[in-house]
T-cell receptor, first 117, second 111 residues
Framework: GAVVSQHPSWVICKSGTSVKIECRSL??????MFWYRQFPKQSLMLMAT?????????EQGVEKDKFLINHASLTLSTLTVTSAHPEDSSFYIC?????????????FGDGTRLSIL | DAKTTQPTSMDCAEGRAANLPCNHS???????VYWYRQIHSQGPQYIIH???NNETNEMASLIITEDRKSSTLILPHATLRDTAVYYC????????????FGGGTRVLVKP
């Protein structure tokens, strides 16, 4: 089945640090990938849609200069949390689906737990 | 995307079938029904999806009503490891379309 790999699984860093999270589709190509954020006891909230070779589309209220997204190839998207602060601590999850085939489901990575001290 | 309505929570007995309902009365003709689950501290796991016909795979069965306004996810023999939050999402099938997560159903499988 389709596999999405996310790295790192968890990261702890000091306030003001920038953190990069990678999302890879291991056995399929994905023109579009998605980045979500989940706070404790809440549902997943879509942050942005990552488009290969073009700019990401951000959801309302998500700062594009704060959360930099790069989708340089059909198998890799990265999310960089710039100058992270404690309020950015959260569970970040990416997803991707095969480019071809109507109705194909999205597959999710295992998430990255980010803790900012 | 069509909005879905699911029970907030439900308990199931281990070894018995678990039937999870989902209402999507405003679903459009080209929208699929997708089911995911999220076990604590993990990313969502894809379970099954369908458009019009009932579907079955190694994890579950999906029953979609003839008018497509509701569906039921069936876990045939629930185990303790099936304890999770289950999400029913409807969405057009094209690649660029995002998934919108609601509150889901918190399922607790009890011994």
């Amino acid at each position: 089945g389709a596999v999405v790999s996310q790295h790192p699984s968890w990261v702890i860093c000091k306030s003001g640090t920038s953190v990069k999270i990678e999302c890879r589709s291991l056995d399929f190509q994905a023109t579009t990938m998605f980045w979500y954020r989940q706070f404790p006891k809440q549902s997943l909230m879509l942050m942005a849609t990552s488009n290969e070779g073009s700019k990401a589309t951000y959801e309302q209220g998500v700062e594009k200069d704060k959360f930099l997204i790069n989708h340089a190839s059909l198998t890799l998207s990265t999310l960089t949390v710039t100058s992270a602060h404690p309020e950015d601590s959260s569970f970040y999850i990416c997803s991707a689906r095969p480019t071809t085939g109507d109705g194909q489901p999205q597959h999710f990575g295992d998430g990255t737990r980010l803790s900012i001290l | 995307d069509a909005k879905t309505t699911q029970p907030t929570s439900m308990d199931c007995a281990e070894g018995r079938a678990a039937n999870l309902p989902c209402n999507h009365s405003t679903i459009s003709g080209n929208e699929y029904v997708y089911w995911y689950r999220q076990i604590h501290s993990q990313g969502p796991q894809y379970i099954i999806h369908g458009l019009k016909n009932n579907e079955t795979n190694e994890m579950a069965s999906l029953i979609i009503t003839e008018d497509r306004k509701s569906s039921t996810l069936i876990l045939p023999h629930a185990t303790l490891r099936d304890t999770a939050v289950y999400y029913c999402i409807v969405r057009v099938g094209a690649a660029g379309n995002k998934l919108t997560f609601g509150g889901g159903t918190r399922v607790l499988v009890k011994p």
